[in-house]
């Protein structure tokens, strides 16, 4: 589940929850009940959930279409990104854009540490309200976890 209003964001996936308020990330491990608190660094080479789901590729990526797919009984465009700034810590970024709906259904991204991770839209609503206290962690929903404030 991902939560986007500005610059704030909200991602849930498997094991951890992310929140950004626009100036502190707060990162909850749930296997290890501890949240590490940071401060946003705008010069930081990561991929937010703005960013993937905009067109940030414009500017900062190498892009390619690659051959057309068909995933979950649908057709898919893949696009292959690879970033200008080789010192960014993926070098490759896979977006395979729904063909009928035009609307991106999944982003895989490969980052030089080997992981990979794939961010799939199982649905979108783009005109939801949704309150700012979505993007602030509330250490009272959490009992127990340990605070790491790397501010």
């Not at 909850?28 to 401060?39: F, L």
């Not at 414009?58 to 892009?63: A, G, R, S, T, V």
């Amino acid at each position: 589940i991902v939560y986007m209003k500005g610059n704030k964001y909200r991602v849930s996936i498997t094991g951890q929850e992310i929140f950004c308020d626009g100036s502190n990330i707060s990162t909850y491990d749930r296997s290890a009940n501890e949240v590490t608190i940071t401060k946003v660094d705008p010069s930081a080479n990561s991929l937010t959930p703005q960013k993937i789901f905009t067109n940030f590729y414009d500017k900062d990526f190498l892009y390619k279409l690659n051959q057309e797919k068909t995933v979950g009984g649908k057709k898919v465009q893949e696009i292959e990104l690879t970033p200008i700034d080789k010192s960014k810590p993926f070098f490759k970024v896979l977006v395979y854009v729904d063909k009928a709906s035009q609307i991106i259904s999944s982003t895989k991204v490969f980052e030089k540490t080997g992981n990979k991770f794939t961010y799939s839209v199982t649905g979108m609503n783009t005109t939801a309200p949704v309150n700012d206290t979505q993007f602030v962690f509330d250490a009272k929903k959490y009992p127990g976890a340990e605070v790491v404030d790397l501010r």
